[in-house]
Structures are given as C-alpha cells and as structure tokens.
C-alpha cells in the first residue's frame, strides 16, 4: 500500500512539474505572442513593487500589508503588469504571503483577456529572509569561507524549497559580482575576490536553486546579479563609477556569469552603474552583443530599481524619462523594474508607435519572459498547497545552515593555542555585536537593511546567548561596551573583566548595503578598537570575534588580540558556530575568500601584479596585508609534502597532473582546504604574482596523510590579449600549494620540438 502511496506521489510530483519539453515551449510562446497586443506584450516587460498594490504609504516598514483592489485592477487589468516584486518593507507570515499571491493571481488569471500568470520576484538571498520562520544562512562570503560548493548548493535547495513554499517562483539571486573593492557596502553579499572560487560557489548555488527543472515545485529560477562589473566602483561606494576595461571585465569579472548563464541560469538582473562612462543599463554591447549573442542567454534581463527612470535623474544621458526608455528598451533590457510608477509602460507604447523602439525588440524580451514563465510550469500552476512543504523551517534545514555556519567560521590568529578554550572558564562577552542577531545575519533579513530586532527569528541565539548555553550562565557575562561607533560602558567592562578567565570582544559592523552602507573609513570606528585596547590592560586573553559586511581594519590595536575569529554574517546559527568553534567543539576551517588590509591605503589584492609588490625602497616588500586571501588556521597542524608533476614540459594538447602529500600533524581531527595557483614567469600581458586554479576540502585524521591529485590544461594558464583573445603563451610556470613549488614549461607542438 506504502509503495502504491508513493507512486502516486511520484507521479504527482512528476505532473505537476512543467512538463513541456523545450520545442513545445518555443511552440506555445510564439502562439501566445502572437495574439498579444502591444499594450498586453509592454505589461509582461513591467515589474512594479508590491506596495503599489498595497493601501498605505510606501516602504512604511510599520504598517500591515494589505492590497489594495482599485491598484490591483489598475496595475493588472489595465496595464497587464506581468510581474510583482519584494516584500512591501518586512518579513511576512507564509498564510500571508499565500493570499496576497493567490489574489494577484486570481485576478491575472481569471480578469485579463489572455491569463498569462504572474511572475512574483523577491531577494530571498540568505534563504526565505522575507518569510517568517524561514531557514537563514551564512551570507555569499561567509558560504565562500567554507570553500566548499556543497554548501553553497544546499543554501540554494533549501532557500528554493521555502521560497517556493511562500508561494514565489523567483529569487533575485546570487551575486555573482566579485568582491574586489572592500569598501563596498554590498562586500558580503559577493563569493570574494576570486573568479575561479565565485564561479564554482556560484554554479552550485543555482544548481541548488533551480535543480535540474526550474518548473518543479521546490525550485525557483535564479537570477545572477548585478551584469556586469557593478562591484568594482572607483570610490568604493555604491553606484559610482566603474573604469575598466573590457580585458579586465572579461577576464575577471565575466567569469562567472558566463558559468551560470552556461548552467542555465534563468535571468539576469542589470548593474545599476555606469562602465567607462556608459551605464550599463543603455549599453548595448553589453546587454545584447555580449549577454545575448556572446552568451547565448536565452531567459530575460530585468533592470535594478528604477534604473531606466535614473538614466534621466541620476546618470544625465537622457533628456527625459522616454528618451531613457528608448535607450534601455533598444540596448537589451527586457523587464524593467519601474518599480512604482507605470509611465515606463505609457512611455513605451508611444515609442513603438512612433517606431523608435522596433516592435521585433518588444517581441524578442516579451518571448524571453514567456519562455521564463513556461519553464516554471507558472501557465500549469501557479502556486501550490501550503501543506506541500512540510521541512519549511525545520530543524533538519536549520542543521544545514549550522553546518555551513561552523565551515565558514574563520581562525585568523591564535596566539599560544588560546583557542579552543575550556569549558569551566568564567567568560566576559562584549561588544555590540556579542548579544545581537541583526548583526549576525545582516542586511536582506526581515528588512531590506536588517537593521530591526523586533523581526528577529524566534529561539535563535546570540554570541553571548550560545556561549552560556556551554559553559552555563553563572559563567557567562555579557556587557555591552560600545554602540557601533559610540561608548556607552567601556570603563564598566573593563572593571567587569577582572572576574573573568576570558573576554570575547564582538566588534560589529552595523549591517546595511547598497547606498544606505556607503562609508567613509574602512577602519572600525574608534569606539570599538578603544574597547579592545582597554580590555588587553586586563592582562586576560582577548579573542576578538569579527561580525562584519567588509573587511573593517582594525591594525592599530591587532596586538592587543590574543585570538581573532571571523564570523562575516553568519546567519541565524552563527551565534551556536561561534560558540561550538570556541570550546572546541568545532575545528576552524574556513578560509579567508578575499584578502584582508591592514591599511586604508593599500587594498590590494591577492593575484596583484608585481609593480604592486614594489616599496618605496624599490623593493618587492609593499604587499602586506593583515591576512592573506586563502589562509585561515585550524586547531590542528598540516604539513605539505611531495608535490609532483607527471610532466615537466606540457603541450597544448596535453594536459598535466599534479599531485601533493597532506599530513595532519598535530592532535585533533581537521579539514584543510587544499590550494593550487599557478605563476605565469613572462607574459605579453603583465603577469599576477598568482592566480587560483583548484582546490579542494579534505578531512584529516591525526597522522594521516592524503595524496591530493589535480589535473590542469592549457587554459588554467591562459590568459585575455588585448585583442580580447584568450591566449595560453609558451614559456615557465610554478605551482604552489601550500608551501611546495614546481615549475613546468608550456610549448606549442611544432615539427621541431
Ligand atoms: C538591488 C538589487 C535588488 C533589487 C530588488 C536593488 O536596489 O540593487 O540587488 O535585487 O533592489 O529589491
């Protein structure tokens, strides 16, 4: 009966899924778009914001969600919006995010002439932030801490999984940006500095999220962010100008996306910023030679907020909102995200009617949209019963966060194997970041900033509150010290401190991103770097735990740190990782995903090129950071050994095995994340210092050693030309994983050689 029961339930499952194979699809969306009329084809290229639709004042983070009938007729039936996004300005039960979808859709289905459903799109980026109860999860960096796409895949399934019990097919997500400017507010919602390492987290987060069906109920279609090069701001702060080449866009900042969009990632969403002087929201070169033709992108690209209207306002290439229309619509955008008022629609009617905008564009995005919607079996059904998704929120997915969480946990400095400590210590924890949970999950929770406790997920535990739950609360202390930037009881700690064994500063960084988290000082504010100096007067050991967006340069009181942990923005369990890391009960082994300064002036990179390397004595001293990209330390020891090369010349068509001899040498069982760069000695473009080609995560017992293999061709070494040509030159290379060296030459195959 069992096995009957689960048949059934297969088949179920198997039905309900978008069943159409991809000609079918083509066949029903051309059908479709060819009884749309032109005002009902500009509706499926309009996304509005859900407190359009809603009474009340927008963005009141205070007020009840509630719609509104006359503006859903409005934005429905008579524009013929196809799409809706985000939460109106905080987190909402599941019920109620069930009957604001279900009468969206109701009305999309039952009062507009063709019944084209809507596609809901939200930024569930850290798991279903916007849905009471949900599982939340490290952020992008602190899952690029673990080195290990697992993870990054189970985020994916399990965010997919309660994003699509919330009643939405969609998520604006991930970041595929590269987090090369620390100063950038939006840091930790990027995989780090490095391309090869963002490419591989970054396939297996939309694996996780859209499996390999996107119409299937517990998986939603991904949408990579920001296309392309947003991250890399001239002054750091959020939607300035980007100065780069497009060798350098390409070799770097391209990577990953193309990966994605090659995995079948299902939308793109735009970089609001300008690219040499052009915003990339009016380039065609990007959004169609590049994304569309290069790429071979077949879903849609949709703006950021308001983008099109800011090519007017903001960014001065067009004279009014229309010509700024006209100029996003003909350079590639396919959606725009108005996201509140509906003149983009009017505007763009008017230009296919003047024959400014081709009507053969406004068919090619709307057949994009269709395509998106059909591949999500939106047009079967829209939505499923509630009671589908009984893991929503369980402790089975919250496991899964806890375990990306005690990965991601970064061991920076351990002096005298202060750490792990015991666990009859009496402990001081302090800082502002040592008693919160906004801090540890930051901003995209429960609202756009994450700034707001009251949402806070209920039974959760804070640094302070995970630590006394180990060591018992007559052993635990928890005084604040100081506000993000201000002292409120720093002498008050300090007396505090003398009654115990340890003190655990949390520095924090208030969370926030976009331009809400521009800054002015990479360095922490005052306050806090005070409170850490004024603790190390004690003479106790000082850990010093790190909840923070970006690196924040704490050099001048480093000294006075006995230990450092870096938590990045743990999420919901980041609290429990933190604490199971500083009683042992948890190996540290995450690594460091970008490189950390130890000086405003110098944020440089860890694949910089040797002029980088050179000091004002001309020496090649000056790279110096406070950590290296790549490290992080391990209660453990490992030791590397016997690297080899089954070849010391290698050929174009060859390819070259390496392998190396990792020991666990010290006491404890670990993982070590094993690295391989490569060192390119000359070439026609000048050479980094080293670049990351492979690695991989091993478990080590004490005394045992693993024989670790990679493989690498030609085009691990290869490089772009100024031709825009990925090129591989003859000449020497090194590989180095961990302190081992080799060197092999690469030559092209001729008569002679
Ligand atoms: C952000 C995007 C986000 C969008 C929708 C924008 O301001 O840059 O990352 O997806 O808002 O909330």
């Not at 009957?4 to 699809?25: A, G, T, Y």
């Not at 169609?288 to 703006?303: C, N, Q, R, W, Y």
């Amino acid at each position: 009966m069992k096995k009957i029961k689960r048949l059934v339930f297969s088949l179920l499952i198997l039905f309900s899924m978008n069943s159409f194979s991809q000609p079918e699809i083509e066949k029903k969306v051309d059908a479709l778009l060819s009884q749309m009329t032109l005002e009902e084809k500009v509706g499926q290229m309009t996304q509005v914001t859900l407190d359009v639709i809603c009474k009340g004042k927008p963005f009141d983070e205070k007020k009840k969600q509630e719609l509104d009938k006359d503006m859903l007729k409005k934005v429905l039936v008579d524009y013929k919006v196809g799409s809706i996004l985000n939460t109106g300005a905080y987190t909402l039960p599941r019920e109620q995010w069930y009957e604001i979808i279900s009468e969206i859709q109701k009305i999309a289905l039952k009062q507009t002439r063709l019944k084209i459903p809507v596609i809901y799109g939200i930024d569930a980026i850290h798991g279903a932030n916007y849905t009471v109860g949900a599982t939340l999860f490290p952020q992008q960096l602190g899952l690029a801490a673990t080195w290990n796409p697992e993870f990054a895949e189970q985020m994916g399934a399990i965010t997919a999984y309660e994003v699509r019990a919330s009643a939405i097919p969609w998520n604006f997500s991930p970041v595929l940006d590269l987090g090369r400017q620390p100063l950038w507010s939006r840091f930790f919602e990027t995989f780090g500095e490095d391309p090869y390492l963002a490419t591989l987290m970054g396939d297996a987060t939309v694996k996780g999220y859209q499996g390999d069906n996107v119409g299937d109920p517990e998986k939603v279609a991904a949408c990579l962010k920001h296309f392309v090069g947003y991250s890399n701001s001239r002054s750091g702060k959020d939607r300035t100008p980007i100065m780069m080449t497009e060798r350098e866009l390409r070799e770097y900042y391209l990577v990953p996306f193309k990966s994605a969009i090659e995995k079948g990632a299902q939308t793109i969403m735009i970089n609001s910023s300008e690219i040499d002087g052009v915003p990339v929201h009016a380039d065609y070169h990007i959004l169609t030679s590049i994304l569309k033709e290069e790429l071979k992108f077949d879903g849609f690209a949709v703006t950021d907020w308001e983008d099109i209207v800011m090519l007017h306002t903001v960014h001065n290439v067009a004279d009014s909102e229309k010509e700024a229309v006209k100029l996003a619509i003909n350079a590639g955008v396919d959606m725009s995200m108005v996201p509140l008022k509906l003149d983009f629609a009017d505007h763009l009617i008017e230009l296919v009617k003047e024959g400014q905008v081709p009507m053969e564009r406004i068919d090619d995005a709307v057949r994009r949209i269709l395509r998106v919607k059909y591949r999500l079996g939106l047009f079967e059904k829209v939505y499923y019963d509630m009671k589908r998704y009984p893991k929503f929120g369980s402790p089975e997915f919250a496991e899964a966060s806890y375990k990306a969480a005690l990965e991601s946990v970064t061991l920076l400095k351990n002096n005298d194997r202060v750490l792990p400590m015991a666990k009859d210590k009496k402990v001081l924890v302090t800082g502002v970041a040592g008693n919160s949970m906004i801090y540890l999950n930051g901003a995209w929770t429960h609202t756009w900033q994450g700034q707001d406790p009251s949402y806070d997920t209920k039974g959760k535990k804070t640094i302070y509150q995970a630590i006394s739950d180990i060591i018992g609360k007559d052993n635990t202390f928890y005084l604040q010290g100081t506000t993000e930037d201000k002292d409120v009881n720093t002498a008050e700690v300090v007396a505090k401190a003398k009654e115990a064994d340890y003190i655990v500063v949390c520095l924090g960084e208030l969370p926030s991103t976009e331009k809400v988290g521009d800054i002015e000082d990479l360095t922490f504010p005052q306050a806090q770097l005070n409170l850490v100096a004024e603790l190390k007067k004690t003479n106790k050991p000082v850990i010093v735990v790190l909840v923070e967006s970006r690196p924040r340069i704490f050099s001048s009181v480093e000294s006075s740190m006995d230990a450092i942990l870096m938590a990045y923005r743990p999420g919901d369990e980041g609290g429990r990782a933190i604490a199971a890391t500083i009683f042992g009960l948890n190996n540290p082994s995450g690594k460091l995903p970008f490189t950390y300064p130890k000086h405003t002036g110098s944020l440089v990179l860890y694949d910089h090129k040797y002029s980088e390397k050179r000091d004002k004595n001309f020496a090649f001293n000056a790279f110096n950071p406070q950590f290296e990209f790549g490290t992080g330390l391990s209660y453990t020891t490992f030791a590397y050994s016997d690297l080899k090369l089954d070849k010391t010349r290698c050929s174009e068509s060859e390819s070259i095995t390496v392998s190396v001899k990792v020991t666990n040498t010290g006491q404890l069982e670990g993982k070590e994340v094993v690295q391989l760069y490569t060192r390119d000695h000359y070439a026609s473009i000048t050479p980094s210092v080293k670049r990351l080609r492979r690695f991989t995560k091993i478990n080590l017992k004490p005394g045992e050693s693993k024989i670790v293999q990679f493989t690498l061709n030609k085009d691990d070494l290869s490089f772009l030309n100024r031709k825009l040509e990925w090129i591989t030159e003859p000449g020497k290379f090194d590989i180095m994983i961990g302190d081992q060296k080799a060197e092999f030459e690469y030559y092209i195959k001729t008569t002679n050689n």
